[in-house]
């Protein structure tokens, strides 16, 4: 039998990225070779894809069928309110409409083109693109909120039913701000991303906001401000981010970059079977979706399958630690369990990767111990991964 390797935790500086080379992402055929820009769906088998030319692709069964075209202008963006109702945005200012079963084209306030459009659990809708471009759906109504900036708008979320916008432009520094309504609407800045073009926004939880841009770059908002993720190495351009829950998340990218997020294991790069650009994503029942350049479709399942030969686990096992906060010293006793390898994972509150650690044998529960000096006050929790498998996880405190 081999001998245990211990592990030895010390200060962290960055936070990894994780290669998930057991996720597999497979290619979907679909009708066109158009660049697809934005997917959503109301249910598993229910759902939309738009892209250049006017092209939309809607779910039937388990195929992608083409939507007989309406316009021939690029679409960014697609939401869903439900099975009967939806909007789209593109170039020119460019607004669809679905009611029913039918697309049907929509007289815009505007002539700029349109980059995102989502909606409110209120019902108001809010689309955003350029030059400063801001409108609302309200009352059956579509109003122009324009500021008299440079700006270009590409990514709006709602926070606590609250729109965030968010934007850039060359050269330009472009500030994430929330859209107050009050008889007329005004802009707040309320965080100055520097000069990263902020391309997408998702708001899974009150006050909890995720963004995403150019170059590769993640942010992060809590009840405690903003924080930018700090990534090992170069990361391409980022286009989109989709949140289901706070627990779980997607962001997409050029280079067919794509990168999933769960409290257990951060963010995780996963291994491609494209390098063209991507640019939308959505996570609905146990599935991952994709859509970028050149007809591209992806998808694979949440669920990951344990190798052959190795068996499921239905929850992760309990690591114990002692003392709960620590200070200087933290052990932890790992559940009884025989593996022949394994990875050892560190994580803030916020998911970001600080450590990970292979090892090359573990049997029944044994001690170890993680250097807390350097760790900030706050939770983390340690999990301990075998193959697909989350076998293990524990969280403590650090208090100096």
């Not at 707040?188 to 906001?209: C, H, L, N, Q, R």
């Not at 997409?252 to 994503?281: A, C, F």
């Not at 114990?320 to 010293?329: C, L, Q, R």
Request: hydrophobic content about 35%; glycine content about 10%; aromatic content about 10%.
């Amino acid at each position: 039998m081999k001998a245990i390797k211990k592990v030895l935790f010390t200060t962290i500086s960055a936070s990894l990225i994780v290669i998930n080379s057991i996720a597999q992402w497979n290619a979907i055929n679909v009708p066109t070779k158009n660049h697809l820009n934005a997917i959503a769906f109301t249910e598993e088998t229910t759902g939309w894809i738009v892209g250049n030319k006017g092209t939309m692709l809607y779910r039937s069964g388990n195929s992608w069928m083409e939507y007989p075209a309406i316009t021939d202008e690029k679409l960014n963006s697609v939401c869903l309110l439900s099975k009967t109702e939806g909007w789209a945005v593109g170039a020119r200012g460019t607004i669809l409409h679905l009611k029913g079963s039918h697309w049907q084209r929509i007289e815009s306030p505007t002539k700029q083109e349109l980059h995102t459009v989502c909606f409110s659990n209120t019902g108001n809708v809010y689309a955003v693109g350029n030059n400063g471009t801001f409108l609302s759906y309200r009352n059956g109504i579509w109003e122009k909120a324009e500021i008299q900036t440079p700006w270009h708008f590409y990514a709006i979320a709602l926070n606590n039913g609250t729109p965030m916008i968010a934007g850039g432009r060359e050269n330009l520094t472009v500030p994430i701000m929330d859209v107050i309504y009050r008889n007329s609407y005004s802009f707040t800045k309320i965080f100055d991303p520097g000069y990263v073009e902020i391309a997408g926004m998702a708001s899974p939880e009150i006050d909890i906001v995720w963004a995403v841009g150019k170059p590769g770059t993640i942010f992060r908002k809590d009840g405690t401000g903003w924080q930018r993720i700090e990534i090992e190495g170069m990361l391409p351009a980022l286009t989109n981010i989709f949140f289901t829950g706070k627990t779980e998340g997607i962001t997409v990218g050029h280079g067919g970059t794509i990168m999933t997020y769960t409290d257990e294991s951060g963010w995780q790069r996963d291994e491609s079977p494209v390098n063209n650009k991507l640019n939308g994503s959505y996570i609905v029942g146990n599935k991952y979706y994709v859509v970028g350049n050149n007809g591209t479709v992806l998808v694979r399942t949440r669920n990951t399958i344990p190798p052959e030969g190795e068996s499921s686990v239905s929850s992760p096992k309990l690591i114990s630690t002692y003392p709960n906060p620590a200070s200087d010293i933290l052990n932890i006793i790992i559940p009884d369990m025989e593996l022949p390898s394994g990875t050892v994972t560190v994580l803030d509150s916020w998911g970001k990767v600080l450590f990970k650690k292979d090892f090359d044998y573990i049997n029944e529960g044994f001690p170890d111990k993680i250097i807390t000096t350097g760790f900030s006050d706050g939770l983390y929790i340690v999990n301990i991964s075998s193959g697909a498998r989350h076998v293990a996880s524990g969280k403590f405190i650090v208090k100096h």
